[in-house]
Nanobody, 113 residues
Framework: QVQLVESGGGLVQPGGSLRLSCVASGFTFSLAPMSWFRQAPGKERELVANIRSDAGSTNYADSVKGRFTISRDNTKNTMYLQMNSLKPEDTAVYYC??????WGQGTRVTVSS
């Protein structure tokens, strides 16, 4: 059974940082492309970043380029999203996605003063 468990969300002031984690189980993590999506209130889900199984390639939404960094540790079955210089418009529920098919339950990020 595939499980994706996100953590690390919370309330942060504009300009602050957070690191999200996603612990995966139930599949061969080291072979799986992974992604972070987010859904802001009243908006559709959008791709934030993705990373190849060997971490050899990453892609980012234009809105987060230069501020967010996606990474993974295949020895720990864990993916990360380091978020710096956070803005109020980054407020959303962030989801970990495996193989474009399996979704975690999400972790809420609120950027507000």
């Amino acid at each position: 059974q595939v499980q994706l468990v996100e953590s690390g969300g919370g309330l942060v002031q504009p300009g602050g940082s957070l690191r999200l984690s996603c612990v995966a189980s139930g599949f061969t993590f080291s072979l799986a492309p992974m992604s972070w999506f987010r859904q802001a209130p009243g908006k559709e889900r959008e791709l934030v970043a993705n990373i190849r199984s060997d971490a050899g390639s990453t892609n980012y939404a234009d809105s987060v380029k230069g501020r967010f960094t996606i990474s993974r540790d295949n020895t720990k079955n864990t993916m990360y999203l380091q978020m710096n210089s956070l803005k109020p418009e980054d407020t959303a529920v962030y989801y970990c996605v495996a193989k474009s098919r399996y979704w975690g339950q999400g972790t809420r990020v609120t950027v507000s003063s």
